[in-house]
Structure formats: structure tokens, C-alpha cells
């Protein structure tokens, strides 16, 4: 392994599902001596997607981690999900990089989720090379993916790299820096050649742009180009890093995972062009009185580090694999829980490997590595050294887009299915698991069907737990629409001490999310203070269900403004019977109204096939609000009745060729319209009868 910190890459390979990532990282491997064959191209079982339900699927559901020497460089390749399923796991793992390798299939160019990665390294501020995969493909095409990128990425994509022939002819590559053309034999091993005579046109016209291009990251250089002086390729080189570490532009190589093209220069590239830990921005954490921490990445600095993920097992226990960002650590130990607030012991260091975990004996700045059988720690707690106390801020999970109710398939273990899904929420934060009291649901919220799916069978597989799923009911709300006034009287003779209540109340409505307000208008003692608020407690009981379908009602006034008592009969219990009996019978006059929660919904889909999808929208009582645009897609912002958009995920796939992708949040209550309400609480009474 490389020694120092200078010699070490964290490197995020991104983008959409397909693309490649996975075999990459292979390929990476096999070239670097770590692996003796590539397991992906010839048999589908990988280092790095290891599980059964990603070896299933033969696409990666969960991030993966490996490491490799390379050029006197130790390079830790995180390999991300390209599924928008698993996108949170993406997120999150990306924090622990310095830099990402964006993976894109030059038949499909573009995509909406590899935008969505893009997005990610922008937001954490990554320098970037996209790595343009598949040009041994039919209809691969580098000149069409490039421009793509180049309509919808920013900083500027620049071209590093052209190809030598296109498809099943595609051969090799020609480095516009070197100026070195590369032709590789079915083993994948590279030969200097000659730059071929048809592409020297080309070469030439690239070459110069090229140098146009790197030269605006050094002042000193774009003066020197300007003025027409001839730029060395060490000018190049140099400035060619210091603009990709900058983010003036990102540099575009290309090449086939599956013919292993290229794969050897883009890890040159990597080890060359790509930071170092030090080389990036000191990590912001909040001390115990909430000040900003610089955190930066010394050896010699207290221990500091983040959890970003988290591999729950059922015989083995939790695997926490963390960041360092300051300090050593040795090969056991204790360090403190910033976030929880207790001490961690740990008897073991351990490297990610694919599914395995190398113990080593020391660990420091940027280095990834994990330890086992934490007791409190989970992903997003700080880890520190004893003496010191501080929090780093990471990054939230993405929203879920789609639940289901759960439910066991076998009788009594009802527990046992919210227990287990409890641990599989350790591993996977992206999954929300939720108790629904006034549905009586458990409800398993996740990023789309398939998301749901694969944890299901992990549930079978890890726990052998099997659970029925169904669209969960959906919470609507009543309100009234009309001011009443009622009387509400409860008598009763029992022989000795009766019951008296008797109140006065209006029932009002009030502006859609106000929730409820009583108002005391009583004058003249015709109800004994001491008894107003047992009549208010009657009111808030009794509109928990309803008078329509049962669901609670909200947004309503009630001002009591009259009564009468009895010295003897009356008493709490009295009144807050009358209250309720009041509230029920003002709610049946008041003209009460279903109403539903209705969501706000952004959907990216490309152009073509916007008029389906707002048909759609229409078909599912939606209104849409306005279109943006992103790169070149499409986003529709509409607003659509939650009932009507529970299964929207497999939908918007069928719609777009799994193109699509949305993100949906709640908006408000709106009022159901008459005839679908009529037919919900048709619905609802014949449920109850049965």
C-alpha cells in the first residue's frame, strides 16, 4: 500500500444503472492484481455486488468497496447504485469521496438519474471525469454522448480523449495531451501506434481546444497562449489538474469495460488528476456550544470520523463503515459518540473488501474503514477521541415516494415483522417504517416498487419473515362548511344523584389548516366555570371520528354561549357528554365535507413524453402548475390527490421506459369533490359492516 496522504484517492464511480460502474470497478481490480479474473463480463458474480438480491437482478442495490494500488497510489473505489430505487445509498457514500468517476453509456447518452448523480458531486463540491463507457456498442456514440453532457453539465465538459473506429470496430483511443495514439489486443493490454491519418484533422481540431480550454485555468497560461507562445505538455498536464481540482471544467475520457479499453488510462488519470484528501476543503463539524470546527486532515489531530453507512446482519451483528477526516486510529480501542452521547469500544479494524473486511492495524486521515458490534451507532453519528466533542453535518436521506401496509403472513408474528424491518431501517435509511394509530397500519415507505421488493426479500432471506403487502388507506380528514348553532343536553335519572349537562355551542369553519379553536362565550355563570372545559373535552373526543366516514375533523370553530346546570345532578362527566353530543349534532347540519391530502409532485422526464405523462396527471384528478427545465429534460410541477398517487412509481416507469423520476411531497388538505367522496364512504361503511 501507498505511504502518506498525498498517495491516497476515495473515488466514487456514478451514474445511471447500466452504465457500467460495476464492471469498471472490476476491470480496476483485475488490472491492479487484486483479482485474477473479471467477474461480471464472465459470469455475472462480481467482488463488489455480492448480495443475492443484487446478484438477481445483476445491478448493484447497495454501495461497494474495494481498494488498489496503482502508480505508487492506493485508489478506495466506492461503487454507487445507478437506480433511483437506491439513490439515497448513492448520496450518502458519495460524502466519504474526494472525487467521482461519472459513468456514461454512449448508447444511451444522458439520463435522467445520471443527472441526478451529477447533481451530487455538485452539491458535494467533487472534482469530476466522465468516463464514456460502451463504445464497442452498437449505436455507441461518443460525438452525440459528449454533446449531451455538454448541453446539460456544468462546469464544462472538455475533451481528453478521442476514439479509433466506433463500434464493433472500436479499437483504441488517442490521448489529445500526449498526443499518443493506443490500440489494445483482445487481452486488453495497450500498444503505442500511430495516430490514424483520417482522425488527424480531428486530433489537430480537439488538440487545440483542448489547450484553449486548460489554459483558463491558469492565468499565467491563458496569458501565454494568448499572446501565441506554445504551451509544453507539462503546461498541460499541470493545468489540466488544477482545473479539474477546481472545477473549471471536467475532462471526458472513453473506452469499453467489456474489450477493456482505456480502463488503464482513465486509472492514470485517476491517481494523476484527482485529489488527494488534504487537497480538499477542511470538513465543517459543530463543537459542544454549536460553533464551526474546521476539521482538517492530519494524523497527528484527534480522532475524527462519520458513519455514512451501515451493513446490519443478523449472526454477525452491525458493520459501521466510517470516513476519517482527522487523527489515527489503531487496531482497537474506544472513541466517543458525539452524536448519542456515549463511549464505543471496538476490538477490531477492519478495511471493506466486496463482502469481505481486511483486519489491518492502524488507520488515518481518509482512510474507510469499519468496525463491528457498536451498540448505539448508526449511520450519521460522529465518531471522536474522548477528549474532544464535536458533530459533523451529513447529509439527510432522500424522500420516499411510495408505501405499502405490511402485514405477516403468518399468524402471531405481527412483532416480529416490525422488529426485523426495525433492523433492516438500520442498514438502509432510505426505508421509513411507521405505526399508522389511526389507520392501525404498519406502513414500509421506501423510493419505488422496487426498493420495497428487494427489502422484502431480504427480510425472507436474513430473518425469514414473510409479509402481505397493500395500498395503505388513506388518512383523509372531515370539516363543515356552514355555521349552526345546537343545543347538546344530557339527562339522566338513576335513582340518587342523576346526570345534567346541558351547553349552547356554534360550530363554525375556519381556513383550511387552522386545526381547531375553542372559544368561551359563556356570561352570567349559565355553566360553572369549572365545568367549561370538560365541554371542550367532549368537543376534541367526539370529532376524532367523524360524523361522515369517521376520519377526524379539522378546521373548525366552536364558540359555547349558553347552558344550564343543576346544583346537584351536574358534574364533569355531565358536560363532556353534552359537549360531544353537541358537537355531533351541530356536525351533521354544518353540511360536513370529505377531505383528502394532496401532494406536491415533481416530475423529470425527457420531452417525449410529457403529453402521456400529463394526461396521466389529468386522468388522476392532478393539476399541473408549470414545467421547468433541467439539462435537457423536462420537469412537470403539479399538485395530485395522494389516493390517486400511492403506485405512481411503477407507473412513471411503464410511461417512460424507467426515463422518469419524481419526487413528491405533502401540500395540503383540499376538499374531495362529491361524487368520489359519496363513493369513498360508500367504500368505508361497507368495510365497517363486514
Known amino acids: 500500500m501507498a505511504e502518506g496522504i498525498e498517495k491516497l484517492r476515495n473515488i466514487a464511480l456514478v451514474g445511471q444503472g447500466g452504465a457500467g460502474k460495476t464492471s469498471l470497478a472490476e476491470v480496476m481490480l483485475f488490472k491492479s492484481g487484486i483479482l485474477n479474473r473479471i467477474g461480471r463480463i464472465e459470469d455475472g458474480n462480481t467482488a463488489m455486488d455480492y448480495e443475492p438480491e443484487e446478484l438477481k437482478r445483476q445491478a448493484s442495490i447497495s454501495s461497494g468497496f474495494h481498494q488498489f494500488d496503482w502508480k505508487k497510489h492506493t485508489v478506495n473505489i466506492i461503487d454507487t447504485p445507478g437506480d433511483q430505487n437506491f439513490f439515497t445509498d448513492t448520496r450518502l457514500c458519495m460524502q466519504a469521496a474526494d472525487a467521482a468517476v461519472v459513468v456514461i453509456d454512449a448508447v444511451d447518452g444522458v439520463k435522467v438519474q445520471t443527472e441526478q448523480a451529477w447533481d451530487f458531486t455538485q452539491e458535494f463540491d467533487q472534482p469530476a471525469v466522465i468516463f464514456i463507457n460502451k463504445m464497442d456498442r452498437e449505436r455507441g456514440d461518443f460525438s452525440r454522448t459528449f454533446k449531451g453532457a455538454a448541453g446539460i453539465f456544468d462546469p464544462k465538459p472538455i475533451i481528453l480523449q478521442l476514439p479509433i473506429g466506433s463500434e464493433a470496430s472500436f479499437n483504441g483511443v488517442v490521448d489529445l495531451v500526449s498526443l499518443k495514439a493506443y490500440a489494445y489486443d483482445d487481452s486488453g493490454k495497450a500498444k503505442a501506434v500511430e495516430?490514424?491519418?483520417?482522425?488527424?484533422?480531428?486530433?489537430?481540431?480537439?488538440?487545440?481546444?483542448?489547450?484553449?480550454?486548460?489554459?483558463?485555468?491558469?492565468?499565467?497560461?491563458?496569458?501565454?497562449?494568448?499572446?501565441g507562445d506554445a504551451l509544453s505538455d507539462d503546461d498541460i498536464k499541470n493545468a489540466l489538474r488544477k482545473g479539474t481540482l477546481s472545477r473549471t471544467f471536467v475532462p471526458v475520457l472513453c473506452g469499453s469495460v467489456v474489450k477493456n479499453i482505456g480502463i488503464d488510462l482513465l486509472m492514470d488519470f485517476m491517481v494523476n488528476c484527482l485529489p488527494a484528501p488534504n487537497e480538499r476543503a477542511a470538513k465543517i463539524a459543530l463543537d459542544a456550544d454549536g460553533n464551526?470546527?474546521?476539521?482538517?486532515?492530519?494524523?497527528?489531530?484527534?480522532?475524527?470520523?462519520?458513519?455514512?453507512?451501515?451493513?446490519?446482519?443478523?449472526?454477525?451483528?452491525?458493520?459501521?463503515?466510517?470516513?476519517?477526516?482527522?487523527?489515527?486510529?489503531?487496531?482497537?480501542?474506544?472513541?466517543?459518540?458525539?452524536?448519542?452521547?456515549?463511549?464505543?469500544?471496538?476490538?477490531?479494524?477492519?478495511?471493506?473488501?466486496?463482502?469481505?473486511?481486511?483486519?489491518?492495524?492502524?488507520?488515518?486521515?481518509?482512510?474507510?474503514?469499519?468496525?463491528?458490534?457498536?451498540?448505539?451507532?448508526?449511520?450519521?453519528?460522529?465518531?471522536?477521541?474522548?477528549?474532544?466533542?464535536?458533530?459533523?453535518q451529513t447529509v439527510e436521506p432522500l424522500s420516499t415516494l411510495i408505501s405499502f401496509a405490511v402485514g405477516a403472513k403468518s399468524k402471531g408474528d405481527e412483532d416480529k415483522v416490525f422488529s426485523s424491518l426495525t433492523k433492516l431501517l438500520e442498514e438502509d435509511v432510505a426505508l421509513k417504517l411507521d405505526r399508522n394509530s389511526e389507520t392501525k397500519q404498519i406502513l414500509l415507505s421506501g423510493r419505488g416498487q422496487v426498493h420495497i421488493e428487494t427489502t422484502l426479500e431480504k427480510l425472507?432471506?436474513?430473518?425469514?419473515?414473510?409479509?402481505?403487502?397493500?395500498?395503505?388507506?388513506?388518512?383523509?380528514?372531515?370539516?363543515?362548511?356552514?355555521?349552526?348553532?345546537?343545543?347538546?343536553?344530557?339527562?339522566?335519572?338513576?335513582?340518587?344523584?342523576?346526570?345534567?349537562?346541558?351547553?349552547?355551542?356554534?360550530?363554525?369553519?375556519?381556513?383550511?389548516?387552522?386545526?381547531?379553536?375553542?372559544?368561551?362565550?359563556?356570561?352570567?355563570?349559565?355553566?360553572?366555570?369549572?365545568?367549561?372545559?370538560?365541554?371542550?373535552?367532549?368537543?376534541?373526543?367526539?370529532?376524532?371520528?367523524?360524523?361522515?366516514?369517521?376520519?377526524?375533523?379539522?378546521?373548525?370553530?366552536?364558540?359555547?354561549?349558553?347552558?344550564?346546570?343543576?346544583?346537584?345532578?351536574?358534574?364533569?362527566?355531565?358536560?363532556?357528554?353534552?359537549?360531544?353530543?353537541?358537537?355531533?349534532?351541530?356536525?351533521?347540519?354544518?353540511?360536513?365535507?370529505?377531505?383528502?391530502?394532496?401532494?406536491?409532485?415533481?416530475?423529470?422526464?425527457?420531452?417525449?413524453?410529457?403529453?402521456?405523462?400529463?394526461?396521466?396527471?389529468?386522468?388522476?384528478?392532478?393539476?399541473?402548475?408549470?414545467?421547468?427545465?433541467?439539462?435537457?429534460?423536462?420537469?412537470?410541477?403539479?399538485?395530485?390527490?395522494?389516493?390517486?398517487?400511492?403506485?405512481?412509481?411503477?407507473?412513471?416507469n411503464s410511461i417512460t421506459g424507467g426515463r422518469g423520476m419524481y419526487t413528491m411531497e405533502f401540500s395540503h388538505y383540499d376538499e374531495v369533490p362529491a361524487q368520489t367522496a359519496q363513493k369513498i364512504v360508500e367504500e368505508i361503511r361497507k368495510e365497517k359492516e363486514k
Not at 480531428?202 to 497562449?225: C, F, G, P, W
Not at 464505543?344 to 463482502?355: D, I, S, V, Y
Not at 451498540?375 to 464535536?390: A, H, P, S, V, Y
Request: hydrophobic share 40%; glycine share 8%; proline share 6%.
Open 195 to 227: 495516430i490514424p491519418s483520417e482522425m488527424q484533422d480531428l486530433v489537430d481540431t480537439e488538440r487545440e481546444a483542448l489547450i484553449e480550454n486548460v489554459a483558463e485555468a491558469d492565468d499565467a497560461l491563458i496569458e501565454k497562449y494568448l499572446e
Open 292 to 392: 464551526e470546527v474546521e476539521q482538517i486532515p492530519d494524523p497527528q489531530a484527534p480522532f475524527s470520523a462519520f458513519v455514512f453507512k451501515t451493513v446490519a446482519d443478523p449472526y454477525s451483528g452491525r458493520l459501521s463503515i466510517f470516513r476519517i477526516v482527522s487523527g489515527s486510529l489503531g487496531s482497537d480501542g474506544t472513541f466517543l459518540n458525539a452524536s448519542k452521547g456515549n463511549k464505543e469500544r471496538f476490538t477490531q479494524l477492519l478495511q471493506p473488501a466486496g463482502k469481505e473486511q481486511k483486519p489491518v492495524s492502524k488507520a488515518g486521515p481518509g482512510d474507510i474503514m469499519a468496525v463491528a458490534k457498536l451498540k448505539n451507532t448508526t449511520t450519521g453519528d460522529t465518531l471522536c477521541g474522548e477528549n474532544i466533542n464535536l458533530k459533523f
Open 460 to 652: 425472507r432471506r436474513k430473518f425469514n419473515v414473510e409479509v402481505t403487502l397493500d395500498t395503505p388507506k388513506v388518512p383523509y380528514r372531515e370539516t363543515v362548511k356552514k355555521k349552526v348553532r345546537v343545543q347538546g343536553k344530557h339527562k339522566k335519572q338513576t335513582g340518587g344523584h342523576g346526570q345534567f349537562g346541558d351547553c349552547w355551542i356554534q360550530l363554525e369553519p375556519m381556513e383550511r389548516g387552522k386545526g381547531f379553536e375553542f372559544v368561551d362565550a359563556i356570561v352570567g355563570g349559565s355553566i360553572p366555570r369549572t365545568y367549561i372545559p370538560a365541554v371542550e373535552k367532549g368537543v376534541i373526543e367526539s370529532a376524532v371520528k367523524g360524523v361522515l366516514a369517521g376520519f377526524p375533523c379539522v378546521d373548525f370553530r366552536v364558540i359555547l354561549d349558553d347552558g344550564s346546570f343543576h346544583a346537584v345532578d351536574s358534574s364533569e362527566m355531565a358536560f363532556k357528554i353534552a359537549g360531544s353530543l353537541a358537537f355531533r349534532k351541530a356536525a351533521v347540519d354544518a353540511n360536513p365535507v370529505l377531505l383528502e391530502p394532496i401532494m406536491n409532485v415533481a416530475i423529470i422526464t425527457p420531452e417525449e413524453f410529457m403529453g402521456d405523462i400529463m394526461g396521466d396527471l389529468i386522468s388522476r384528478r392532478g393539476r399541473v402548475l408549470g414545467m421547468d427545465n433541467k439539462g435537457k429534460n423536462q420537469v412537470i410541477n403539479a399538485i395530485v390527490p395522494l389516493s390517486e398517487f400511492q403506485t405512481y412509481a411503477p407507473d412513471l
